[in-house]
């Protein structure tokens, strides 16, 4: 049997069970680290909580590859565990859709109330609004209005030619010059 941690997806009696790969993973971590960096270079407030475990239950419930929260920080912030059916869903959460579709995912972060899902195919950035209860496809973040995020998807594509702090460097020079915009 494998070392690797299961994610698990609990959707109206439905359980989705995955092991992620290698470069799952390190995507995950680069557009977690990407988000970082957009939210240091905007000064936007953030609160990381990776993939922590999201319930309702008898409903549903998901690990996010990653996760932040933005405008609700304060709700969270400290608390050694969270209740969905008192604290709030994360802000922002960021799935890898790159062996599997997140598609069964995206109706359980609707569930939650999950406002912005990042997706990426291993080729674009796709940003999901949540809107009266499902997603719509939006070319703009609500977090981070000024950054054109699906270009975010050029610097992953180079992830596997280039050096990750190089990467990173680069991403917080190009995120610079965009806000000077």
């Not at 969905?84 to 859709?97: F, K, Q, R, T, W």
């Not at 496809?137 to 610097?155: G, M």
């Not at 992830?159 to 995120?175: H, I, M, P, S």
Request: charged letters at 25%.
């Amino acid at each position: 049997m494998s070392d690797r941690r299961l994610r698990l997806t609990y959707n109206r009696g439905n359980l989705e069970m995955m092991a992620p790969s290698t470069g799952h993973e390190f995507s995950k971590t680069l557009i977690g680290r990407f988000v970082e960096t957009l939210a240091e270079e905007s000064t936007v407030p953030i609160y990381p909580l990776g993939s922590t475990t999201f319930k309702r239950p008898q409903l549903s419930g998901a690990e996010p590859d990653e996760c932040f929260y933005i405008d609700n920080i304060e709700a969270v912030r400290g608390k050694k565990r969270l209740d969905l059916n008192e604290d709030p869903a994360p802000d922002l959460v960021i799935e890898i859709d790159v062996t599997s579709s997140s598609q069964n995912r995206l109706q359980v972060y609707a569930d939650l109330g999950v406002a912005e899902v990042w997706v990426y195919n291993g080729e674009s950035l796709v940003i999901q609004q949540l809107q009266n209860g499902s997603y719509i496809t939006s070319p703009t973040s609500q977090f981070f209005i000024n950054i054109p995020i699906s270009e975010i998807a050029i610097f992953l594509q180079q992830a596997g030619q280039t050096d990750y702090l190089e990467l990173v460097k680069a991403f917080r020079n190009w995120v610079r010059s965009q806000l000077k915009k």
